[in-house]
């Protein structure tokens, strides 16, 4: 086994000396034919006028960043000391579904409510500071400022379950024994457990800068995610696109009472009818709250429907995707007719470039994290999560994997608890997979405008 552990790692630095070695032979003459200084400093990014100034987007994803860990930090970590020492028994339970619930989210949902919900308040908050003379442009809506509320939504999650955890970890004798030298309650918990559970408070703020940094969904759908510098945090980062003929009429701008009002369907089916997704959002809400409150004495019946509902959903999505190669068949048709049967070995080398790399990442660092971190063989691993693998594979889709992930986690010995928090969390956070398709895609793309 010593042997095989080797190679392994030989493997996985031979990887990362392959990487490093791609992108320095590629990027280095690109950079040294534009020069460093003006690629890192440059302001405009027009690839068709051959200017590459990539600095727009380091500042604008540093405003984002910055302002999401602003908001979010502080009212996280408050969050986490109100459930780990103020917090009662009973909203305990749902106020802790909910924090997880928001792990769940998809990015997608989450810049559709900034849209939504988000934009219309900041647009209108800007346009009362404009009127009071504090700022000269109100903007649309579409600005950094809404861009941070929106990830610092997105990372609480991740600040609220790290720091809770860390602070729950904290021996009860230390509480005790500030409260016996004549501390406040508030004094013992700021002056003593959150310093003793600064480790575990620092690496869920690390988690959540991480996470901040790595959404794009949602800064697409909000901000527009152009490299634009932006001196006015109201001020919109879409830019002005000229045009001749093309003419538009604004509606009506909708208030924002309307807006909170809309967001309650006025019966159960009509949002899944209509796929308004907002409204589905505030249904679960709701009944999933309302299923909590009602204790288990008198919700089991309808928690067995929904599971009942969730295995026939679950033979649906089957049904689905045995039904998927003939659907990708009719897509790949008028592609190969416009572009001749040589786009097909172009299609193939992007697919085997990506299979590549989800095995070897796959192999090599799934596998020795098990091994270092679980403890556990990394062939018995892949044995006991192969249905889920299946599953994922043939469907791409983490979320939609999170059942069976979850029956198979469980059946290798981990809580319920645990498997409910982590296996969501890591659904949103840990998409090793996309990343992986979108730098091969990315690379592709490029190849194919020269």
């Not at 890192?40 to 051959?50: F, H, L």
């Not at 990539?54 to 999401?68: D, E, K, Q, R």
């Not at 802790?96 to 792990?103: D, F, I, P, V, Y």
């Not at 004549?182 to 457990?193: D, H, L, N, P, Q």
């Amino acid at each position: 086994m010593q042997g095989v552990f080797f190679v392994a790692a030989c493997a996985s630095v031979l990887a990362v000396a392959l990487i490093c070695i791609f992108l320095f032979a590629n990027g280095i003459p690109a950079i040294k034919e534009i020069g460093f200084v003006k690629f890192i400093t440059g302001e405009m990014w027009r690839p068709s006028n051959e200017l590459f100034g990539i600095f727009p987007m380091i500042i604008g994803s540093l405003y984002v960043t910055a302002g999401a860990v602003i908001i979010g930090v502080p009212i996280g970590i408050l969050t986490s000391v109100f459930m780990a020492m103020y917090c009662p028994k009973k909203i305990y339970r749902p106020l802790k579904a909910a924090t997880e619930l928001l792990a769940g989210i998809p990015s997608v949902v989450y810049g559709f409510f900034g849209l939504v919900v988000v934009v219309p308040i900041i647009r209108d908050f800007g346009r009362a500071l404009k009127d009071a003379g504090l700022i000269k442009n109100a903007g649309d809506g579409n600005s950094i400022l809404t861009t941070s509320l929106i990830l610092a939504m997105m990372i609480l999650p991740t600040i609220i379950g790290t720091t809770e955890s860390a602070m729950r970890a904290v021996p009860a004798h230390y509480y005790e024994g500030a409260l016996a030298l004549g501390a406040t309650k508030e004094r013992s918990i700021f002056r003593v457990i959150i310093p003793a559970a600064k480790s575990g408070v620092i690496a869920g703020i690390v988690l959540g800068i991480g996470r901040a940094v790595g959404e794009t969904m949602a800064v697409i759908m909000v901000a527009g995610n152009q490299p634009r510098l932006v001196g006015n945090l109201f001020k919109g980062m879409f830019p002005v696109v000229a045009t001749t003929d093309l003419v538009y009429e604004a509606s009506e701008p909708v208030s924002f009472m309307d807006t909170i009002v809309n967001i309650f369907p006025s019966n159960f089916f009509e949002p899944m009818v209509n796929a308004n997704m907002l409204q589905v959002i505030v249904m679960a809400i709701l009944l999933g709250f309302a299923i909590i409150l009602v204790g288990e004495e008198k919700n089991s019946r309808v928690i067995q429907g929904f599971q009942d509902l969730n295995d026939i959903f679950m033979k649906c999505m089957e049904l689905i995707l045995r039904l998927s190669p003939i659907g990708v068949f009719c897509l790949l048709c008028p592609v190969i007719a416009a572009n001749g049967p040589a786009i097909i070995g172009s299609l193939a080398m992007v697919l085997l470039a990506a299979y590549i790399c989800y095995i070897v990442h796959m192999a090599v660092v799934y596998s020795l994290t098990v091994k270092a971190i679980g403890g556990m063989s990394p062939l018995e691993f892949f044995k006991n999560m192969f249905p889920a693998m299946i599953f994922a594979f043939s469907s791409s889709s983490s979320v939609g994997t999170l059942p069976i992930n979850m029956e198979c986690v469980e059946k290798m010995g981990v809580s319920k608890e645990v498997s409910s928090f982590v296996l969501p969390l890591g659904a949103t956070i840990n998409m090793d997979g996309t990343a992986i398709y979108q730098g091969v895609c990315a690379i592709f793309i490029a190849s194919c405008y020269g």
